[in-house]
T-cell receptor
């Protein structure tokens, strides 16, 4: 499809395990965002990639969280030594960078840490 | 403290009622967007406003950007059950800058 694709859609893991979440943005979109959303709440900004610029990592909650974007396209969010409070929906969005750039979101990856 | 404060956080109304959701900040934004999110899906853009004082209408939804470009409102006339969802405002401080989201307003419209 032509939309933002995220995988896995659901992930259940045990406390202490590492997880990787993947995002395939819309082709040609130079900006990519990761957000975290707890049950029914707003979006918590995690990290922002824009072209070849250094990513804005100011939203990452701890050093257990990291993300990379290879070749300006696919992005992977890695959470090491998961904790129960990491349980949430992780949303990826991409956009064209312009004054009124619309964000196109994936359906999210629901992470449950037991 | 969030850069964008939305109110109310929760709203439960009967079908046919009117409502207004607010998005406020002490910062100036070059543009502001409203999104709606339904369960199990990502947010979807409803509208973008860029000019202070701008009013945009989308069927029964009316969006307004404050004159000083620090706040916005969303007014829904004659709400329908299909309007149920999480409404999110998002602002960009500068052109091409990343978007910051408010905490959201969860709306439930009962038939």
């Amino acid at each position: 499809g032509a939309g933002v694709s995220q995988s896995p859609s659901n992930k259940v893991t045990e406390k202490g395990k590492d997880v990787e979440l993947r995002c395939d943005p819309i082709s040609g979109h130079t900006a990519l965002y990761w957000y975290r959303q707890s049950l029914g709440q707003g979006l918590e900004f995690l990290i922002y990639f824009q072209g070849n610029s250094a990513p804005d990592k100011s939203g990452l909650p701890s050093d257990r969280f990291s993300a990379e974007r290879t070749g300006g396209s696919v992005s992977t969010l890695t959470i090491q030594r998961t904790q129960q409070e990491d349980s949430a929906v992780y949303l990826c969005a991409s956009s064209l960078v312009r004054r009124t750039g619309e964000l196109f979101f994936g359906e999210g990856s629901r992470l449950t840490v037991l | 403290t969030q850069l964008l404060e939305q109110s109310p956080q929760f709203l439960s109304i009967q079908e046919g009622e009117n409502l207004t959701v607010y998005c406020n900040s002490s910062s100036v934004f070059s543009s502001l967007q409203w999104y709606r999110q339904e369960p199990g899906e990502g947010p979807v853009l409803l509208v973008t406003v860029v000019t202070g004082g701008e009013v945009k209408k989308l069927k029964r939804l009316t969006f307004q950007f404050g004159d000083a470009r620090k706040d916005s409102s969303l007014h829904i006339t004659a709400a329908q059950p299909g309007d149920t969802g999480l409404y999110l405002c998002a602002g960009a401080r500068n052109a091409g800058n990343m978007l910051t989201f408010g905490g959201g307003t969860r709306l439930m419209v009962k038939p």
